[in-house]
């Protein structure tokens, strides 16, 4: 059984930052950011594979993996030692507005899916005003 617990969103004003943070319990192999705004399908944002050795022969997946709208913009980076991932979001911009939500899973693979997480979080709120 693993629990999913984010937190950190916020208001900030364009070209600010802001940044997230998430813990799951028990194993996981991969954890990851996705964002929901009003009206729009659910997006990835950022992903994560966890790990302290190499990974096994046929895990799939860049990491870290990041959404076309937030790179270059957005890093996800492992809190080390832990079973825990932080967003660090810079230069943002109002379409960022969304509900964040974070994800993980014990499988073979970590890809900007959705389908492929297990556990999810509540959610935090991001708001970018102009």
């Known amino acids: 059984q693993v629990h999913v617990v984010e937190s950190g969103g916020g208001s900030v004003e364009a070209g600010g930052s802001l940044t997230l943070s998430c813990s799951a319990s028990?194993?996981?192999?991969?954890m990851a950011w996705f964002r929901q705004a009003p009206g729009k399908e659910r997006e990835g944002v950022a992903s994560?594979?966890?790990?302290?050795?190499?990974?096994?022969?046929?895990?799939?997946?860049?990491?870290?993996s990041y959404g076309p709208s937030v790179s270059g913009r957005f890093t996800i980076a492992q809190d080390n030692g832990k079973n825990a991932v932080y967003l660090h979001m810079n230069r943002l911009q109002p379409w960022d507005t969304a509900m964040y939500f974070c994800?993980?899973?014990?499988?073979?693979?970590?890809?900007?899916?959705?389908?492929?997480?297990?556990?999810w979080g509540h959610g935090t709120q991001v708001t970018v005003s102009s």
């Open positions: 994800a993980a899973h014990s499988g073979a693979y970590c890809h900007l899916d959705d389908w492929e997480y297990d556990y």
């Open positions: 028990g194993p996981i192999t991969c």
């Open positions: 994560l594979r966890f790990g302290d050795g190499p990974p096994m022969y046929g895990l799939g997946g860049e990491s870290p």
